[in-house]
Each structure stands twice: as C-alpha cells, then as structure tokens.
C-alpha cells in the first residue's frame, strides 16, 4: 500500500483545511486508516481515523467537533477536514494505513504517507 497526503498548508487561526490521503495498491489488505501529527519537539500524536469497511470514526478529544475524517471508497482517499483550526493545531499532518483494530494505537501502523506542514496563525 502507498499513501500520498496532500492539502496542508498556511491559514488563520478559525479557518478551514481539508487534508486529503490517496491510497494505492493492495487497499484490500486495509483494516483503517489514521491521520496523525507531529508538532515542534513533539511526539507523533494520533488525531483520528477511520475502518476501511465501516467507516466509524474515532477521534482525539482536542479535535471532536472540529475535526471530521470521512472516506470515499471509490477514489480509495481519506480526508480529514479541519474546522475551526487553532495555533495548536500546527504541525506535521501524516496518514497512515493499518491491517488490523486499535486504529488509535501508533504502533499498528505499517504504512505511512509523507507528512503535510499545517500551520495556524493566530
């Protein structure tokens, strides 16, 4: 499986982003996807993900009601749209790809795609 993220980018504090996360290959061997980020002189962190057959979600506290992952399974792509976005949201935004549950555990992760910079002006 290949993962290709693209949509960070620069915006103000209270705007919008819309992260996108094509995936290729042997998408059939997915169980989940995960979107997750890394700030300055932080840990990866995970902020939500979704079951490839199901499409339930799960998300990290800080984000709930702002942050809305979804998937279209026609384009085999996961967004995450980003609402409401704070300068605590700045960071490197990743996508991943897992074959097994515990879509909130970092470590089940197996594929990752290349990370887009968010970054949030106050």
């Known amino acids: 499986v290949q993962l290709q993220a693209s949509g960070g980018g620069l915006v103000q504090a209270g705007g919008s982003l819309r992260l996108s996360c094509a995936a290729s290959?042997?998408?059939?061997?997915?169980?989940?996807m995960g979107w997750f980020r890394q700030g300055p002189g932080k840990a990866r962190e995970f902020v939500a993900a979704i079951t490839w057959g199901s499409s339930r979600t799960y998300y990290v506290d800080s984000v709930k009601g702002r942050f809305t992952i979804s998937r279209d399974s026609a384009k085999n792509t996961v967004y995450l749209q980003m609402n409401s976005l704070k300068p605590e949201d700045t960071a490197v935004y990743y996508c991943?790809?897992?074959?097994?549950?515990?879509?909130?555990?970092?470590?089940?992760?197996?594929?990752w795609g290349q990370g887009t910079q968010v970054t949030v002006s106050s």
């Open positions: 991943a790809a897992r074959a097994s549950y515990r879509l909130r555990d970092i470590t089940g992760y197996d594929r």
């Open positions: 290959g042997r998408t059939d061997s997915i169980y989940g």
